[in-house]
C-alpha cells in the first residue's frame, strides 16, 4: 500500500489550493480514505473523509463548507477554498483498511487509518 501527496504551498489567506494523493496497493471500494492535518506543536487531526461503498462523508467542523472530499480512480483530492492561517500544517492522506461495512462515516481519528503519506506542507500567509 502507497500512499503519496502533492499539491501543497504558500498561498495567501483567502486562496485556494488543491491537493492531491496519488494510492497503490488497495482500493477504495469497501474502505474509508481521508485527509488530516497536523500544526506545529499541535495533534494530528482529521480533516475530511469519504466512505465509498455508501457514499458518505465527514468533515470537521472548521472545514464544513470550505474544503471537499473527492476521488478519481486511484486518486483522492482535498479542495480547499477560502483559506485561513490557521489552515497552515502538514497535510496527510490516509487509508483505514476495513474487514467489513460497519455502519456511515460519522468521525475519523488518526488511530484508526493503517496507512499514511509522507505529507505535504501548507502554508497559509500573506
Known amino acids: 500500500v502507497q500512499l503519496v501527496e502533492s499539491g501543497g504551498g504558500l498561498v495567501q489567506p483567502g486562496g485556494s489550493l488543491r491537493l492531491s494523493c496519488t494510492t497503490s496497493?488497495?482500493?477504495?471500494?469497501?474502505?474509508?480514505i481521508g485527509w488530516f492535518r497536523q500544526a506545529p506543536g499541535k495533534e494530528r487531526e482529521a480533516v475530511a473523509g469519504f466512505q465509498k461503498s455508501d457514499g458518505t462523508t465527514y468533515y470537521a467542523d472548521s472545514v464544513k463548507g470550505r474544503f471537499t472530499i473527492s476521488t478519481d480512480k486511484k486518486t483522492m483530492y482535498l479542495q480547499m477554498n477560502s483559506l485561513r492561517p490557521e489552515d497552515t500544517a502538514v497535510y496527510y492522506c490516509?487509508?483505514?483498511?476495513?474487514?467489513?461495512?460497519?455502519?456511515?462515516?460519522?468521525?475519523?481519528?488518526?488511530?484508526?487509518?493503517?496507512?499514511w503519506g509522507p505529507g505535504t506542507q501548507v502554508t497559509v500567509s500573506s
Open positions: 490516509a487509508v483505514e483498511i476495513l474487514r467489513a461495512y460497519r455502519g456511515s462515516l460519522l468521525m475519523m481519528a488518526p488511530y484508526e487509518m493503517n496507512y
Open positions: 496497493g488497495f482500493t477504495f471500494d469497501g474502505n474509508i
